[in-house]
Every structure is written in C-alpha cells, then in structure tokens.
C-alpha cells in the first residue's frame, strides 16, 4: 500500500505557484528518518530527499567560532564552494563562488536569500562586503543552492547559484537570556623581508653612484613597524526568546568593534533582530514576522601604504623637523615637493580620512495556511522589504603630500535603495 502525499504551494512575492506531488511506501518510514531533514526553498520547505538539486546544508551547531561575518561562519565547510577573505581589514568580508568565476566583467556573486526574501546586495556604496552588514549570531542555517535547478526557482537572478539563510526564531516556553562576548587581539605575523638601514647604507655605498650616496640618511626606520598596530576587537550579543501566551517571540541585540592592524582602520556594526512565530485558527496559520536593523561605521585605510611601506627609504626619518608637509619628512627636488618619489607612509595615514556608515533594514511576513479539509495542502505567501541608507566622505589634508597638489580635496556619496517584493 502506498501514502501518496500532495503538497501546494503559492508565493505571489515571487510569482511562482508549484504543485509538487511524490510518493513513498509505507515499508521505507522507519524509525530513524522520522524526522527527516528539510530545505527552505522558494515557495515553502520540502524535504531533502525530495529535491533534485545539488544542495550543501550547514547548520549552527558546524559553524567556525570567532567569525565577525557570514561568509566566515561557513568557510571551509562547503564541499565545491569558494570562500575567501576580500583582505584583512575589519569589515572586509568574503567573497563566495559558488560555480567559479564565469564572467570577467560581470558579478559572480550568488543570490542572497534570507527567510525566503531575496536580498539586493548589490552596489552597497562604503560597505565593503554587503554581507558584513548581517550580524553572524542571528543566522541558524546556510543551504547552498549549487546546480542550474535553482534558476527553476529564482530565475535568472541564480545563475550563479544561492545561498538561503534562515535566521534564529524563538520557541514557545520559559523566558530565556543567551549572552556571549569575544574580546580578540590581531597582530601581523611578520614583515617583508627588505633591507634594513645599515644594510641599505651598505648597498648603497658599494653600488650607487656619489649622488645617490649623498641623499642617505642617518637614521634607522621601520616603516612596516610603523603602519601597523596590535588591533583589539570584541563581539558581544545577547538574545532574548520565549513564548507570551502563544507567541514565540526572540530580539537580539549585537554590537561589533573591530580596528584593524593597519593604523586608522576600524569597523563597528551595531545590529537588531526580532522573530515572531504566532499561530492561529488551531494552528492551521502559522505567521512568521523577521525584522532586523543593521548600522555600521568605517574608517578605511589607504591601501597603497602597505606597499610604500617596504620601499621607502630605510635611513630617513619620519619627521622633517619642520612644518612642512604635515612636519613629515618627504623627498625633495629642486627645493620643492617631489612629487614622483614615494610618499612616506604615515603621513599617507594621517592625511587620508575615509569613513562611510550604513543602514540596513530587513523584515518579511510570512503566512502559510494548512486547509482545514485537506492539512496537506498549504497556502503559503511571503512578502520582504529591504532598505539602505548609506553616507561616506573621504577627505585628503592638503597639509600633507597626499593632497599637497590639488590643495586638499573632499568627496561626499550617499545613497538610499527601498525595494519590496
């Protein structure tokens, strides 16, 4: 005898309307698979066994300890996926492919799905990884879409593959208080092997010409020591969940600080959530409300300083002795700025300030109605709105040789994006 089960699903929020219709003998239940896995898809869940397509599924209790964001929960964890850190800095984020690189112009990035909304991240001005923007304490489980199935799906938004989050939701119950804090201390493992001063002195004198002997210096600088700085971070979170009177309910509430070993760079996220899980009509209507706000701050650091760090000279001082330039010392020619020469690199710190901040909100509804006369057969709408605010300046002092040509200079940006679907 055969249990033939038929489940419908509808989703005006992506305009897809699925009848799916499977079988399995009674023989193949058993008592180990009666809770069997499932996947939250586009339209509602499935099992998934039932589903045809390549998916990697990684849960909390999998994720890496200690990450600062979303990507870095899952890395190392997913068989075939590509995640790597955009940099070091704070903030940076990663960067996923999920089917390699397939265009050399456009985005290889995958789409974002979170409780079943599909996520705009793309052109977040001063943020450097949208993802970032999600505090990693609020997400319960990654199910990675790999193969052409998930265009069925998403369309053409898939091609290059999907990633769903679903985030943590309360559960009906006694009042309960999770805190967590991480207080995390960075420092550079090493430099770039290049010359030091007396052996740049050396070189100099046995190869240089006297004119090049004549602009040495006295003095004996590390400029890598210099730029970089033992960076402190902390991450703290703490999560209120419970039910009132039939209503699961969890807020969390996150706060991220993060300098980076690069001197000036530094990274603050402060982040909201809220789920709430009612039912209703003896639980034949299940409402599933998200809501979370995200705001973060940075300072970016001028990236050229790492490099001008290992070729500026040795022998000279970081500082002039003298008001000009910011009083740091900088190569010279003909009495005045040379402006070919490198740039000493902590006055390219010091010169360069570039912050941005960013608001992010998220928050769907979802209902799913099991009829009455038929419980299998579901209703199921879901319907998201997501808005981005962000502003940033990034301002070079004409005091310095960074904006010693141009007399100082200021450029301000900003953006506002509201979608609903």
């Known amino acids: 005898m055969k249990n033939f089960t038929t489940v419908l699903k509808i989703a005006p929020a992506f305009l897809l309307a699925s009848t799916v219709i499977h079988a399995q003998t009674k023989d193949s239940i058993t008592k180990e698979n009666k809770i069997e896995e499932v996947v939250l898809i586009g339209y509602g869940k499935q099992k998934k066994s039932d589903v045809t397509g390549s998916i990697t599924s990684v849960t909390a209790k999998d994720f890496n300890g200690g990450a600062t ?38 985005n290889n990035s995958p789409l974002i799905v979170i409780d079943g909304v599909p996520q705009d991240f793309v052109g977040v001005n001063g943020a450097s990884d949208p993802l970032s923007l999600i505090n990693p304490n609020d997400i319960e489980t990654f199910d990675i879409l790999k193969d052409a199935s998930a265009t069925a799906i998403y369309g053409n938004r898939a091609t290059n593959g999907v990633i769903l989050i679903t985030t943590k939701k309360g559960s009906a119950g006694k009042f309960k208080v999770n805190f967590s804090t991480v207080a995390s201390i960075s420092e550079k493992m090493g430099n770039v092997d290049v010359l030091n001063a007396d052996e740049f002195r050396n070189f100099v004198n046995t190869y ?194 960074a904006g010693f040509n141009d007399q100082g200079s200021s450029s301000l940006y900003s953006m506002e994006k509201k979608i609903s679907y």
């Open 69 to 106: 964001s979303a990507g870095q929960l899952i890395q190392g964890k997913t068989p075939g996926v590509q995640i790597t850190n955009n940099s070091g800095a704070p903030g940076s984020g990663t960067a996923i492919r999920i089917r390699g690189t397939a265009s050399l112009n456009g």
């Open 208 to 401: 240089a010409s006297n004119a090049y002997k004549a602009k040495l210096g006295t003095a004996n600088t590390n400029w890598q020591d210099l730029i970089y700085q033992t960076a402190w971070g902390t991450d703290n979170n703490v999560a209120f969940s419970g039910g009132i009177k039939g209503l699961p309910y969890r807020l969390s509430i996150g706060y991220n600080e993060q300098n980076g070993i690069v001197r000036t760079n530094s990274f603050r996220r402060t982040s909201v959530g809220l789920n709430l899980n009612p039912k209703f009509l003896d639980n034949h209507l299940s409402v599933n409300v998200n809501a979370k706000g995200t705001f973060t701050d940075n300072r970016f650091a001028d990236g050229g300083v790492i490099k001008s760090a290992t070729y500026f000279d040795p022998t000279q001082p970081v500082y002039s002795g003298n008001s000009n330039y910011g009083g740091y010392y900088e190569w010279l020619l003909n009495g005045g700025l040379n402006v070919n020469a490198n740039a000493n690199p902590l006055a390219s710190l010091m010169a360069i300030h570039d912050v941005s901040s960013v608001t992010r909100g998220l928050g769907n509804v979802q209902l799913d109605y099991k009829f009455h006369f038929l419980p299998e057969l579901h209703f199921n709408v879901n319907a998201g709105y997501d808005y981005t605010k962000s502003e940033g300046q990034k301002k070079i002092d004409a005091r310095y040789k």
